[in-house]
DNA sequence: GCTATTGTCGCAACTGGTCGCAACTGCAAT
DNA sequence: ATTGCAGTTGCGACCAGTTGCGACAATAGC
């Protein structure tokens, strides 16, 4: 029983490659970070990682790289409700939605898995005709200990 | 039969007189504009328009007004799945949440709103003791002329 | 293995958004 | 009308992210 497509190593690179990608040097750096990370890196983060696999890195390139890597559909772009500053996060798309809360005071993220986020995709694809590609829903409130 | 509170002309800055926030002439430029806007302003063009009635208005200061009118509640930011770099945009917030739709073709960008949407949130405020404050519901992909 | 092609890279300059600070202003109490 | 002061402002410096461009490197064809 493999694993799903998603989570199998060194499958962004594999993923590259079947759709006749470049794979680079700093690249392979940047994806390997993205691979064994966990979840919410930041674009910083991923820089200086990757910049000790490969010093060469730049922070257009881990730039280019994440775009390339969205519009491939294999990451999720978040803002985590721009709890600290503008910067964004991401992680490796898995294959189910999740809906991502995040606690404006305490800043702890929180993630939920919902049958009826499926059916409101579903309501929007039919009654708007609209094709969905990606989707992003993002809560801020107050997490059960500090809305007390 | 009075309209919707939020739909009133001048009711930005009644609520913050309401509340004892202070009302400065800048301030006042900022929510005229917010007020009588179309949807969907960036930041700059605000700051633009806010400069014609008073030219004293500064960048920071729009930011800081809208950061403001995030925390109240009055205003709603989007992002528009980054169809236009790393804007964001603002909008008054209406009495019933919707969704946004941007067309990653054509960059046109649709509102939905949805029962379903209610019922999610419901959901998560009950099945994670989450209270909920801000929701963000952003979807891209191709609209019905796009995707034929 | 060598070379041509084409995609990618690093860099520097730019836009969008934030922050610390000294100067200023709205407003309430007199 | 004057004063006092907390809250607000403009400014300059900074952080996050993008872009144009010349140099360079990964692949395909030989």
């Not at 998603?6 to 970070?33: D, N, S, W």
């Not at 993630?111 to 609209?130: I, P």
């Amino acid at each position: 029983m493999p694993l799903p497509q998603t989570e199998m190593p060194g499958r962004l690179q594999a993923h590259f490659a079947e759709r006749g990608i470049r794979i680079t040097q700093q690249r392979r750096a940047i994806l390997q970070v993205m691979e064994t990370a966990s979840k919410h890196l930041d674009a910083s983060q991923l820089l200086r990682k990757a910049k000790k696999i490969d010093a060469s890195v730049d922070r257009s390139t881990v730039y280019r790289t994440l775009r390339l890597l969205k519009r491939q559909g294999l990451i999720d772009e978040l803002d985590l409700m721009h709890l600290n500053g503008e910067k964004h996060y991401y992680e490796r798309k898995l294959n189910r939605d999740h809906i991502h809360m995040a606690c404006l005071r305490c800043g702890k993220i929180m993630e939920f898995v919902s049958d009826v986020f499926e059916t409101l995709k579903g309501e929007v694809e039919k009654d708007c005709r609209f094709h969905i590609v990606v989707s992003r829903l993002e809560i801020g409130g107050y997490c059960a200990s500090c809305s007390k």
